[in-house]
């Protein structure tokens, strides 16, 4: 019964569609109506701004967070009930019970749920998140580069003793995962049509980024 109760936990949790009641609440519009028609912080900040875009992943980092750290309250000496809990607040995050199963990519949630696993190494993978994005101002191609660079450095850092190889390869699921969730951003990608955020463009791009938004 501890991993059903855990994975209530995670899913409660998860489930909740921040960026819907936001730009419900107080822009009167349905998120899922605009840009890509996701639930991520990307569209939110390419919808209606920075601010909302700021509380949006705030509170997608603590959906992953919070039913973690519950659940390795509750279930101190049982790591993979602790895992039900984080797998089920990603499951939640992108299949929304409360907006018919619709939601986002899991990179937020994602991030929250690595930060109360293994703050350290969830820190190096937000680092490459960072750099990648610095790089080719492309999100999802910084995404799917920090998902997949943190298998790795949770199997060099040994972070569980035994249960390394576990978060590892539940890294390892989140991140092919994380990868799915984008198919469509990487057939973008290929075709050279995938938005870039206006960060660090020159500034004849931001003027032509301006135009056709």
């Known amino acids: 019964m501890d991993w059903l109760y855990a ?11 921040t960026a819907w009641l936001l730009c419900r609440i107080f822009y009167g519009i349905n998120i899922f109506e605009h840009g890509s028609k996701n639930m991520g912080s990307t569209n939110v900040y390419r919808t209606v701004g920075g601010k909302a875009f700021a509380a949006n992943l705030a509170i997608d980092v603590l959906k992953g967070m919070v039913p973690v750290l ?9 790591p ?24 986002g990519k899991g990179v937020a949630t994602g991030l929250g749920v690595f930060i109360a696993l293994s703050g350290y190494h969830a820190i190096y993978a937000l680092a490459v998140f960072l750099v990648v994005l610095l ?12 998902a997949t660079a943190l298998p790795f450095f949770l199997w060099y850092g040994n972070v569980l003793g ?8 539940f890294a390892a699921v989140i991140a092919l995962f994380v990868i799915y969730k ?21 500034k004849n791009e931001k003027e032509d980024n301006q135009n056709t938004n």
């Open 7 to 17: 994975s209530l936990i995670g899913y409660f949790f998860g489930s909740i569609p």
């Open 70 to 78: 519950i659940s390795a309250k509750l279930w101190p000496t049982h």
């Open 80 to 103: 993979e009930v602790v895992f039900a809990a984080a797998a089920c607040a990603m499951i939640g995050h992108t299949l929304s019970f409360w907006v018919k199963f619709k939601g």
């Open 135 to 146: 790089i080719t101002r492309m999100v999802s191609v910084s995404s799917m580069t920090a």
């Open 162 to 169: 035994d249960y390394t190889i576990y978060i590892t390869v």
């Open 182 to 202: 984008h198919k469509s951003n990487i057939l973008r990608i290929i075709k050279g049509t995938e938005s870039k955020l206006p960060l660090f463009a020159p």
